[in-house]
């Protein structure tokens, strides 16, 4: 269930002392990239901090980290039952991303960090984490068209919600790749509000980190990033080459990830995964596949595919996928703590694949057999390349796969 609003959340978080100094990030790609660099940028200059990002990938709560490594389970489940008995108690009612926005923040203050580093769930202005009290500085990461649903049907809409996540004398980074008409909202939001905008020169760093191997949007968020820490630690302002050892070991799942199958499907050759979801991250892997795969004139993609419903299957598919590629369909499984979201049949996957020029000799209906569509691609590819994408539950379920086995 998804129900925008601060009402609930500030009733659970009530009794939890925000000690920390917050940094919030919100945007439709790039913000979970953003909150791992801080996060090493953190580690690397010795503040003790928090990190909470969504959705989960593999265990609910692998989404919060303590200086950087996720909390067990019996850390997790101790904070989350205390959340739990104040909204049976205070009859809240709260949601599940508000109880375990609630579950971080617990955590949060249990380990007495210095910092936060907080994602943004769904939009900013009535996000549940946008119950911050001490936000250090803001950062809106690239805005496009998501979640259309919850928060409007323009770019400029979209914008607006999550510029809400500005407060009056706050500083906020905003990632100046966005196009003319979304900082047009940003900059006039900033004026009534009253925060200051900031806005990184990519241009001054982008030659040196294309040469140590950062994709475009990868140097974009990194911009971002240092300029947020920056802001938020003052007295820690280390120029980005002292900084970059510990970006370079940043590992982030799910993102341009290169992925050893061997124990799954017997292929020693790296897979390429990565949670693209939306058009606007199906542009950045389209491009990075076509850089890295295609124009090395390697064999057709195989892909792995997967998608949720709601999503505009057509407009990822249309950048992602050309004639000769080769398709696996397949659909993820529940997702815990999150049972309203409902993947795509793969039947229909592959038709909009037959509607982008997939021949219909190169697609596999793999139903709900996750280890089956890899075995499938695997044997397909020979030695060309293999992607899996198209939603970051696919991505879950790749890597639970690969855990357990």
């Not at 938020?232 to 002292?242: G, I, K, S």
């Not at 892997?285 to 595919?305: C, E, M, N, S």
């Not at 996750?370 to 020979?382: D, K, Y």
């Not at 994408?389 to 855990?403: D, T």
Request: hydrophobic share 45%; charged share 20%.
């Amino acid at each position: 269930m998804i129900d925008l609003g601060l009402a609930r959340i500030g009733r659970l978080v009530q009794q939890t002392p925000q000690t920390w100094k917050a940094i919030h990030v919100a945007g439709t790609n790039g913000k979970g990239s953003i909150c791992a660099y801080l996060s090493a940028m953190l580690s690397a200059s010795g503040l003790t901090h928090a990190r909470f990002t969504s959705p989960h990938l593999i265990d609910r709560w692998d989404c919060i980290a303590i200086n950087g490594k996720p909390v067990s389970e019996a850390v997790f489940r101790d904070a989350e039952e205390v959340v739990k008995q104040r909204d049976r108690e205070g009859k809240v009612g709260a949601t599940e991303f508000e109880l375990l926005t609630a579950t971080a923040f617990e955590l949060f203050h249990r380990h007495r960090v210095e910092y936060g580093v907080v994602e943004v769930g769904l939009g900013g202005r009535l996000d549940a984490t946008n119950i911050l009290q001490q936000k250090a500085v803001t950062v809106i990461a690239k805005i496009g068209v998501d979640h259309q649903s919850f928060l409007g049907n323009t770019i400029e809409e979209i914008a607006l919600q999550k510029a809400g996540i500005m407060h009056s004398g706050v500083p906020c980074v905003v990632d100046p790749s966005n196009q003319p008409s979304v900082l047009r909202v940003l900059e006039e939001h900033a004026r009534e509000v009253g925060a200051l905008l900031h806005f990184p020169v990519i241009e001054s760093i982008e030659g040196t980190l294309a040469a140590e191997g950062f994709e475009l949007h990868q140097i974009q968020n990194l911009a971002c990033a240092h300029l947020a820490f920056r802001l938020a630690c003052p007295e820690h302002d280390y120029p980005l080459a002292q900084l970059l050892p510990a970006i370079k070991a940043t590992q982030w799942p799910g993102r341009l990830q290169h992925l050893n199958l061997q124990k799954l499907t017997g292929r020693s050759n790296p897979v390429l995964l990565d949670g693209a979801h939306n058009s606007q991250s199906a542009e950045v892997l389209a491009a990075y596949v076509d850089k890295h795969f295609r124009a090395k004139g390697k064999q057709p993609v195989t892909w792995v595919l997967a998608a949720t419903r709601g999503k505009d299957v057509g407009g990822i598919f249309g950048l992602l996928l050309k004639p000769g590629d080769r398709v696996a369909a397949v659909q993820f499984g529940p997702v815990n703590g999150m049972p309203w979201i409902k993947p795509v049949i793969p039947a229909s996957l592959l038709q909009v694949a037959v509607e982008q020029g997939v021949e219909k000799a190169a697609l596999h209906d793999a139903g709900d057999d996750v280890r089956g569509a890899l075995s499938w691609a695997v044997q397909a590819a020979g030695d060309g390349p293999v992607v899996i994408a198209g939603s970051l539950y696919l991505v879950s379920s790749v890597l639970r796969l690969l855990r357990e086995t």
